[in-house]
């Protein structure tokens, strides 16, 4: 079973910073396009960045020159770097990886729980 697991949400100060990470465990998968999608209150989720196994990103102009997707393919982890936090950041972060398990040829878009980042003074 693969699962997807993100951490390092929290509560931030409005030109602040903050680290999302996403970690995808199992066995006998491959990631192609990992991504960071949000979703604040009242609100539908939106993609905020991708970065596909070559290291190619993608980014929601809002988000621009703010934030940084990477990832470590050999750690199957995926990663947000978002300096210069604003009220409106405020959101639940989920991660998102399309995976394929080795005995199939499908790809299959696996979500995880979602962080909480709230950015306020």
């Known amino acids: 079973q693969v699962q997807l697991v993100e951490s390092g949400g929290g509560l931030a100060q409005p030109g602040g910073s903050l680290r999302l990470s996403c970690v995808a465990s199992?066995?006998?998968?491959?990631?192609?396009?990992m991504a960071w999608y949000r979703q604040a209150p009242g609100k539908q989720r939106e993609l905020v960045a991708s970065?596909?196994?070559?290291?190619?990103?993608n980014y929601a102009d809002s988000v621009k020159g703010r934030f940084t997707i990477s990832r470590d393919n050999a750690k199957n982890t995926v990663y947000l770097q978002m300096n210069s936090l604003k009220p409106e950041d405020t959101a639940v972060f989920y991660c998102?990886?399309?995976?394929?398990?080795?005995?199939?040829?499908?790809?299959?878009?696996?979500w995880g729980q979602g962080t909480q980042v709230t950015v306020a003074s």
């Open positions: 998102k990886g399309t995976i394929r398990r080795y005995y199939s040829s499908v790809w299959y878009d696996y």
């Open positions: 970065i596909d196994r070559g290291g190619s990103t």
């Open positions: 199992g066995s006998g998968f491959n990631i192609n396009v």
